[in-house]
C-alpha cells in the first residue's frame, strides 16, 4: 500500500475538529500540509487556532504550511494556493472539509446564514477545487496519484433529509454534486474526487453548539480521519466517483475494533448522522 511521504496535501477548515484529525492522520507519514482556516485568535466558544494546529500537525510528523483563508474569497484562494506551491512546490491532495452548518426550518433561517452555507459549502468546494485543478493535472502527470476528498454525504433525494432543514441539505448536497460532476470530469486526467461521510454523529466544537446534542454518544474524528488515509492512499485511477462511510469503508479493510473510536467506549446506541438511510 502506498502512503503519503512527501504528497503535499491542501485542507480547508483545518483549525480544529475534523479537518486536524485528518491533518495529523496523513503527517504520520511525513507529508506536506497546507492548513487552511479563518481562526488565527482564540475564540473561547470554538477552542483551535491555525497556530495550535500547526504545532499538532508538526508533533505528528509534517511540514506545515498556515494561511489564514476565507475560501468565499476568489483572490484568497488563489494566494493560499499560490503560497502553497511556493512553499512546496505543488499540491497532490485537497481536503474540502471546510463547511458551514445551521440546522433550521425556513422561516428560521436568515438569508445570512443561506448564503454563508452555500459560500461556503458549494462554491468554496467548487472553488478550491477549481484553484487547485492545474497542480493536480500536474501530480497527475508526474504519476503522484492526485485526489480530491470532499466531507460530503452520498446523495439520497428522499423528502425527509430535506424537510427540516432546506438550505443545510442543498449545501451540503451541492457538495456532493461537485463529488459526482468532478468525478467524471477529472477521470481522464487521472485525479481521484471522491466524498467521505460519518455514519454516526461526530464530537467537535462545532457539533458542541448544536442544542441537545449529547457528544458522550459520538464517535470522535478519528474515525474519519483514518478512513479518509484509505481513499487518499488508494490508486486514483481507479478509486473515483464514491460516496464512502467511514465504518463500512474500515471495515472493508479489515477493521473489526471500532470501541477506540468511540468517545465514550462500549457505546452502542450511537445519534446517527444525517443523510445515511
Known amino acids: 500500500m502506498m502512503n503519503l511521504q512527501g504528497k503535499t496535501i491542501l485542507i480547508t477548515g483545518a483549525s480544529r475538529g475534523i479537518g486536524l484529525a485528518m491533518a495529523k492522520r496523513v503527517a504520520a507519514d511525513g507529508a506536506n500540509l497546507v492548513l487552511l482556516a479563518k481562526t ?10 491555525l497556530a495550535s494546529a500547526a504545532a499538532e500537525v508538526q508533533a505528528a510528523g509534517g511540514q506545515v504550511l498556515t494561511v489564514q ?7 484568497a484562494v488563489a494566494a493560499a494556493v499560490a503560497a502553497a506551491v511556493q512553499r512546496f512546490g505543488g499540491i497532490d491532495i485537497l481536503v474540502n ?10 422561516p428560521m433561517t436568515p438569508m445570512k446564514k443561506f448564503d454563508l452555507m452555500f459560500g461556503v459549502n458549494v462554491r468554496g468546494t467548487y472553488l478550491c477545487t477549481q484553484q487547485c485543478l492545474p497542480e493536480l493535472i500536474k501530480s ?4 503522484r496519484n492526485p485526489h480530491v476528498l470532499n466531507m460530503s454525504p452520498p446523495l439520497s433525494m428522499k423528502e425527509h433529509w430535506f424537510k427540516g432543514h432546506v438550505a443545510y441539505t442543498m449545501a451540503k448536497y ?9 468525478a467524471g470530469e477529472f477521470r481522464p486526467l487521472g485525479i481521484a474526487v471522491n466524498s467521505l461521510w460519518p455514519r454516526t454523529a461526530i464530537a467537535t466544537a462545532a457539533m458542541q453548539m448544536i442544542p441537545g446534542i449529547d457528544l458522550n454518544l459520538c ?3 478519528e474515525i ?10 488508494s490508486d486514483a485511477r481507479s478509486t473515483s466517483g464514491n460516496f464512502f ?3 463500512e469503508l474500515l471495515a472493508r479493510h479489515g477493521v473489526t475494533e471500532f470501541d477506540r473510536y468511540a468517545v465514550v467506549p462500549g457505546t452502542q446506541n450511537f445519534i446517527p448522522d444525517f443523510f445515511v438511510d
Open 140 to 143: 497527475a502527470e508526474a504519476g
Open 174 to 182: 451541492g457538495m456532493s454534486q461537485c463529488t459526482l460532476g468532478h
Open 40 to 49: 488565527v485568535e482564540p475564540n473561547p466558544k470554538l477552542p483551535g487556532t
Open 245 to 247: 462511510i467511514d465504518d
Open 69 to 75: 483563508t476565507d475560501i468565499r474569497d476568489d483572490a
Open 224 to 233: 474519519l480521519a483514518d478512513a479518509a488515509y484509505l481513499i487518499l492512499t
Open 219 to 221: 464517535r470522535k474524528p
Open 97 to 106: 472539509n471546510a463547511s458551514a452548518i445551521s440546522l433550521t426550518p425556513t
